[in-house]
């Protein structure tokens, strides 16, 4: 098929290129021998553009820039063959642009066959694509549709004669004008992220697949006029070119526009009224026409709803929607309740009224629907309340139990350790075996100690020494605690972006929290998992708190503690916060962790919630009041390593406890035998004159007696004969002015605090105490108030 062709020769073998000129020069090719060439007079060997190019490997690296550069400019089909060594592989080649290859020696004769049957296929394929231009051109200017061909760069490069009647414009007056000049333009920011997104660069985050092939737009005509149009686009991939088809809608709209116009005329009791209303047909139940009202309760538009059949929306058993369609076509005004499925696929309970109606010789049923979800939903919150109140009022008699049974216990428990310590710290008190024995003693009354702690605070008895702190903060001093305590199988994660979160609450009691929290979490963990802490803030709203009656609105600070353990069940989720439910096995466990927990953070003004499911892990959330952000913060000495519920307290080693002065005097009033002996023999071992009364009267009687006033004050709270200890002492500052006083109590509801929270100035000493913090805290007390 020779016919003038040119093909570039660059072989390093002169006599293959002379073989090879020679032969196709007598096929009818024009051969350019690239390597004989004079460059200094054409610069560019490849200018005028080659047919073919034949080359080798020596020469191919130097060709390669051009030869991408022509396939680049020019996507007609340009054949490239490339001679190589016997063993040279040919994979890199075809890599790099080359087309195809031929081995050497070479075969001139099968290089010109090669070359013929190439150029005859590019050949074939340039007059088809004319052909199909051609056929394209014919189409485009004689559809009935107004259609524009738009270019990568939104610049209009074709228009057919019907765009002339729905724009106004002649076509010469669109080419080589932007299409973004005959948008309206409310239209123009959404054809605009249209436009982009088709060529994926869309600053709106649309994709390509998300813009629709066929949507409504305006446009402006010649005239000014804004005309409603259907515009259909298609883009071309290589050239990036839209072919858009243009439909003038306006008409149609209009006639809609008038349509509904009359219809709200007519119809407007029924379309516009406030209640739900459907027409629907007895005999298919399916939806004849709804209105409005409809529409937006049900989710579904108009359109939709017409003609749906009402087992779409009913979520009744078939029987009970048969017997109440029964019910309104006999004529009975009795309300049917119904449960429905919304669009969303949310279901909701509602009251139907029915009556049959004749209309265009057709008998329909006119239901008016009231949605009672709310009222539902209200009387399965009164039942959610009256349990609540159940539960509420079984763990307040509980706590209450638990509480008396703690107070004396804690008189009892005081006597023993402070007793163990006083051996203790007499080395010659006893053998060594019995040292061991009380050493035991001791320990096992720290235990119970333990004990009662817990108790107390379940049942929110303890008396809070609240200061203003950030949960932030306290994770991030208690996280190396954590870690060593839960050992290398949980990997800890602290996560404190709330700022700030400040509450307001006994430090020392929300540590105690955090760590029942991880034993808890690192038990439901046997082969280990992750345990997460941190904090956020959150506004309650009168509508949540609604939901959950424990809660107040306001802003709270937020901890939240989530594990990947075993998670709980139904039922175990009910009991977690009972006092000594556990599910772990006898001896391993008191069943007070959870239960102290929540004690702490109810008696704090907070409130908690759990979330857990079997194999999913457990997630508590503690909501604390927050404290103002302005709000002074106090930066506490929290214990080093403070000592979960579940653990026992570690061992303190027994100290003497001197006096540093032998001349003040102590006027201790406590009720308990026992405890009144240790107490005073611990104070006077330490050089301190005592006296003691058994009751507020008495010792009112020795104020009375002219004795000399003592220099501290050191009494139960709860004390017989009907004076507590806060009033004896507020009679004997009338006595004694300014006389220092230290409470003991081992049971909070006194009258020392107010929810939980001791009054400020108050010296307080929480039974159970060692003879150590009893005369530390004289010590102190005396050393603030400057008594000499």
């Not at 089909?77 to 080649?93: A, Q």
């Not at 998992?529 to 802003?555: F, I, K, Q, W």
Request: hydrophobic fraction near 40%.
């Amino acid at each position: 098929m020779a016919g003038g062709q040119r093909i570039a020769i660059s072989l390093r073998e002169p006599r293959e290129t002379r073989l090879l000129v020679a032969h196709l020069q007598e096929s009818g090719f024009v051969p350019v021998d690239l390597v004989s060439a004079d460059l200094s007079l054409n610069p560019s060997p490849l200018e005028p553009a080659p047919d073919a190019i034949v080359c080798d490997s020596a020469t191919a690296a130097v060709l390669r820039p051009l030869v991408l550069g022509l396939k680049a400019s020019d996507p007609a089909f340009l054949p490239t063959l490339v001679v190589l060594e016997p063993e040279e592989p040919e994979g890199s080649w075809l890599a790099d642009g080359f087309d195809y290859f031929l081995r050497r020696p070479l075969d001139v004769t099968l290089t010109k066959t090669l070359l013929d049957a190439l150029l005859r296929v590019r050949d074939r394929s340039e007059r088809w694509a004319q052909t199909e231009e051609a056929r394209f051109c014919t189409l485009f200017e004689t559809t009935g549709t107004a259609t524009i061909v738009i270019e990568a760069d939104g610049i209009i490069s074709m228009v057919n004669p019907e765009c002339a009647r729905v724009t106004g414009y002649a076509p010469e007056e669109l080419i080589g004008t932007p299409w973004t000049r005959y948008v309206a333009p409310e239209s123009l920011a959404m054809m605009h992220a249209y436009h982009q997104a088709r060529r994926g660069g869309s600053a709106s985050g649309l994709q390509p697949t998300d813009v629709p092939e066929q949507y409504e737009t305006r446009l402006i005509n010649k005239a000014g006029e804004v005309r409603d149009v259907m515009l259909r686009v298609r883009t071309t991939p290589t050239r990036g070119q839209s072919v858009v088809s243009i439909l003038d809608v306006t008409q149609y709209r209009q006639a809609a526009t008038e349509l509904e116009a009359r219809e709200r005329l007519f119809r407007s009791l029924f379309d516009d009224h406030a209640a739900v209303k459907l027409l629907i047909d007895p005999q298919t139940l399916r939806i004849v026409d709804a209105n409005y009202a409809a529409a937006n309760f049900y989710g579904w538009s108009r359109d939709d709803l017409i003609g749906k059949p009402m087992d779409d929306i009913s979520v009744s058993p078939p029987a009970v929607v048969r017997q109440a369609r029964e019910a309104m076509l006999s004529g009975s005004r009795k309300g049917h309740e119904l449960i429905h499925r919304k669009a969303d696929g949310t279901e909701c309970t509602v009251e139907v009224f029915g009556s049959p109606i004749e209309t265009r010789g057709q008998t329909l049923l006119y239901a008016i629907i009231h949605d009672i979800s709310e009222r539902k939903r209200a009387e399965a919150h009164k039942l959610e309340l009256e349990r609540q109140l159940a539960q509420s009022t079984k763990m307040e008699a509980i706590g209450r139990l638990a509480g008396g049974i703690a107070h004396d216990l804690n008189n009892m428990l005081t006597t023993v350790i402070g007793c163990s310590e006083l051996i203790l710290a007499d080395e010659n008190s006893c053998t060594e075996v019995a040292r061991k024995d009380v050493e035991a003693i001791r320990e096992a009354a720290n235990r119970a100690a333990s004990l009662t702690g817990q108790i107390l605070a379940f049942a929110r008895q303890q008396s809070l020494r609240p200061q203003v702190f950030s949960l932030g903060d306290v994770l991030r001093r208690l996280q190396p605690l954590l870690c060593r305590m839960l050992g290398e199988d949980v990997e800890v994660i602290i996560s404190t972006k709330a700022d700030p979160d400040l509450v307001e609450a006994d430090v020392h009691q929300i540590e105690q929290v955090i760590m029942n929290l991880a034993v808890n979490a690192r038990d439901a963990m046997p082969k280990g998992g992750r345990l997460s802490l941190g904090t956020s803030n959150v506004r309650l709203t009168d509508a949540y708190c609604n939901l959950h009656p424990e809660t107040t609105p306001g802003d709270y600070a937020v901890l939240c503690c989530s594990d990947t353990g075993v998670g709980m069940d139904e039922y175990t989720l009910s009991r977690i916060f009972e006092p000594f439910f556990t599910t772990k096995p006898p001896g391993q466990g008191t069943g007070l962790g959870l239960s102290t927990v929540y004690g702490i953070v109810r008696q704090s003004g907070g409130s908690i919630t759990v979330y857990s499911e079997p194999g999913r892990g457990t997630s508590f959330k503690i909501y604390l009041p927050q404290a103002a952000a302005n709000a002074a913060t106090d930066s506490p000495e929290p214990a080093d390593q403070p000592v979960p519920a579940s653990e026992p307290e570690q061992e303190v080693s027994p100290r003497a406890w001197p006096a540093t002065r032998a001349y003040e005097t102590i006027l201790v009033v406590e009720d308990e035998p026992a405890l009144r002996t240790l107490i005073t023999r611990v104070l006077q071992s330490a050089g301190y004159n005592v006296a003691t009364a058994v009751t507020a009267e008495e010792a009112l009687a020795f104020a009375t007696k002219s004795a000399p006033a003592p220099h501290l004050l050191l009494t139960d709270v709860i004390l017989p004969g009907g004076l507590r200890g806060d009033e004896l002492a507020a009679r004997l500052e009338f006595i004694w002015p300014g006389l220092p006083v230290i409470y003991m109590s081992g049971y909070a509801r006194d009258h020392l605090t107010t929810g939980g929270r001791l009054a400020p100035g108050i010296e307080y000493l929480e039974k159970p105490f060692t003879p150590e913090a009893l005369t530390a805290t004289v010590r102190r007390v005396l050393d603030a108030r400057g008594v000499t």
